[in-house]
């Protein structure tokens, strides 16, 4: 066999091999129709017609028993598409809507609920959120305490001795002890997680005991400022003597009633 035969067989071959079966495209008809089946619109796709001819057998025979005869289990079986009327598609898409409102109920609770006690907390939280502090509360309490201190510089800029005269005497470290108690008293009130009304009678309870105090101790201090402002012993002036010599208490009675009627 020369080479122009051999091309000629090879030729034949694949051409016989185009038109053979193993060539044609596979389609699986009952397995495509069903697939379409599962959407809506075509649930009768390849549905063979039911029409007869005038001597009584079907006029699509191909169709016919494919679906009559072959698949007739199919063909008569429930209707399984999830997207009909009343489908799973449908029961869940029910069932998702109602879900959807459920969790809006709950979501619409859940910030009522949220709002409710974010509410509460900036009611109660201290510190920074802690109005009446910050409104009234807090310029009164360092008003007072401020009046406190500037007795304190001026008696200590007059006279450093007397203040630490001051300082160390009993009656003083009791004031200034007190004074102690009562700013830890302020700050736990002002950092205490309470309801604002309880803090807003605290508040007033401190103040009720600190005024009064206050007052006391400028009182006290300025006693003190008062001493630090006399002269110091030697350099009070020695007035002469009168000359008089009051030997008896009939001598300084006569003395006073003489100066009396003379004034």
Not at 113 to 124: E, G, H, K, R
């Amino acid at each position: 066999m020369n080479i122009k035969e051999l091309l000629s067989c090879i030729f034949c071959t694949c051409l016989l091999a185009s038109y053979s079966l193993a060539q044609t495209v596979v389609q699986d008809k009952a397995n495509n129709g069903q697939l379409k089946r599962m959407v809506y619109s075509q649930w009768n796709d390849w549905q063979p017609t039911p029409d007869l001819h005038w001597y009584g057998l079907p006029k699509n025979m191909a169709g016919w028993t494919y679906w009559r005869v072959l698949h007739h289990n199919y063909w008569s079986g429930t209707d399984r598409r999830p997207y009909k009327t009343g489908g799973v598609f449908q029961q869940n898409y029910i069932s998702e809507l109602a879900q959807q409102s459920v969790d809006k109920k709950l979501n619409d609770t859940v910030n009522a609920m949220m709002q409710i006690y974010l509410s509460t907390d900036m009611n109660m939280t201290g510190g920074a959120l802690d109005l009446p502090y910050e409104a009234y509360f807090g310029n009164k309490f360092a008003g007072i305490f401020k009046e406190i201190d500037h007795y304190k510089d001026a008696l200590s800029k007059l006279s450093l001795s007397m203040y630490n005269q001051m300082l160390g005497s009993p009656a003083g470290k009791n004031y200034f002890q007190t004074l102690d108690i009562l700013k830890e008293r302020i700050n736990t009130v002002h950092n205490l997680y309470v309801d604002k009304g309880d803090r807003m009678i605290d508040y007033f309870k401190i103040l009720d005991d600190l005024q009064p105090l206050c007052e006391k101790v400028k009182a006290f201090i300025s006693a003190y400022i008062h001493v630090a402002q006399l002269p110091a012993p030697e350099k009070v002036e020695h007035y002469p003597a009168s000359g008089l010599d009051f030997k008896s208490d009939e001598a300084i009675m006569r003395a006073l009633l003489k100066n009396w009627q003379s004034n």
